[in-house]
């Protein structure tokens, strides 16, 4: 049965952190040279449940980069300008199989079997942001990431000149979506946009506050702000479920039963819907790009609450 007290919480939150705090495996990203020097052992976790009950245990202070994790809130954002059909028709939700910045992923199916929680995807919805401008366009996804954490986010500027000197892999997918007629603003400055997106400073609490918007239905339950609809959220999980961890995606849903999505910062939450977002920090990754630490708690802490919706008993 599931027993989600403040007394069951703690307690497995810190079971978790000191069951896996010392798990050396992994490595942190360095295809972008400031993540590199990012201190491998941050180690936090946070459970936020939709009452707005917030449980930390570990490293909350620390902030890595969101990476990845953004794709989600940009999805979203999407979802609510343009509507499900049009986040089919003009992206993709299908699952690629391949890694995070595959460009044969775009071209096998002329830029259409692809998703908002990979590169080119994720590239496409920062191009379908409303707005006037790139300036434009960067304030509201600021602002909208800024809703789900429930504070006002940054950008961690290191980490944003060292990726926006460094991203022509995405540049070429840009354009090459832009070929395709599937990039909808200047290919440049939507590469630009997203790569100050993934720049985001977060702690796990940010991260796990975001997921349990998702939980919530859209409502932050920190601020009580209505920051997304129902059928915003309805839409977006099931992509996370099928492609939020990149080409391990169909193994990390195997084992959690529920949709999540990393970040090459270290970054991993899960949605648990009605009942919690679960995020942790901890940079070393696997060979998928995925946090080692992160998925080990993660799928520690669901197994113990019984709470893989996938389970019926
Ligand atoms: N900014 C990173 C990139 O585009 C994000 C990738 C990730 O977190 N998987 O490569």
């Known amino acids: 049965k599931t027993d989600l007290s403040k007394a069951n919480i703690e307690r497995l939150l810190n079971?978790?952190?000191?069951?896996?705090?010392d798990v050396k495996e992994g490595k942190n990203a360095d295809y972008i040279k400031e993540l590199a020097n990012v201190d491998p052992n941050i180690f936090g976790i946070a459970l936020v449940t939709t009452d707005g009950t917030v449980y930390t245990k570990g490293d909350i202070s620390s902030m890595v980069s969101i990476q990845s994790v953004s794709k989600v809130f940009v999805m979203a954002q999407v979802l609510e300008e343009l509507g499900p059909q049009a986040v089919q028709d003009k992206i993709g939700v299908d699952a690629t199989g391949m890694r995070?910045?595959?460009?044969?992923?775009v071209e096998l199916q002329k830029g259409k079997e692809i998703n908002p929680m990979v590169n080119p995807g994720a590239i496409a919805a920062t191009s379908l942001v409303a707005g006037a401008d790139s300036a434009a366009k960067w304030k509201?996804?600021?602002?909208?990431?800024?809703?789900?954490?429930?504070?006002?986010?940054?950008v961690n500027q290191p980490v944003y000149i060292s990726e926006a000197g460094d991203n022509l892999r995405n540049q070429a997918i840009a354009h090459l979506l832009l070929a395709y007629g599937r990039m909808y603003f200047d290919p440049v400055q939507s590469t630009d946009i997203y790569t100050k997106q993934c720049a985001i400073n977060v702690n796990a609490k940010d991260l796990a506050t975001m997921a349990a918007t998702l939980a919530n239905g859209g409502i932050n339950p920190v601020t009580k702000k209505k920051v997304v609809t129902p059928q915003t959220v309805q839409y977006t999980l099931p992509v996370m479920a099928t492609a939020g961890l990149y080409d391990d995606s169909g193994i990390w849903?195997?084992?959690?039963?529920?949709?999540?999505?990393?970040?090459?910062?270290g970054g991993l939450l899960a949605v648990c819907p009605g009942k919690f977002g679960i995020a942790v920090v901890s940079p070393p990754l696997d060979a998928a790009g995925n946090s080692v630490k992160a998925q080990k708690v993660i799928k520690y802490v669901v197994d113990q609450l019984k709470v893989d919706p996938f389970l019926i008993e």
């Open 15 to 21: 079971e978790a952190y000191t069951k896996f705090k």
């Open 100 to 105: 995070f910045n595959s460009i044969v992923a």
């Open 140 to 154: 509201s996804i600021l602002q909208k990431q800024s809703d789900f954490a429930g504070r006002q986010l940054t």
């Open 253 to 265: 849903y195997y084992n959690s039963g529920l949709p999540a999505k990393s970040g090459v910062g």
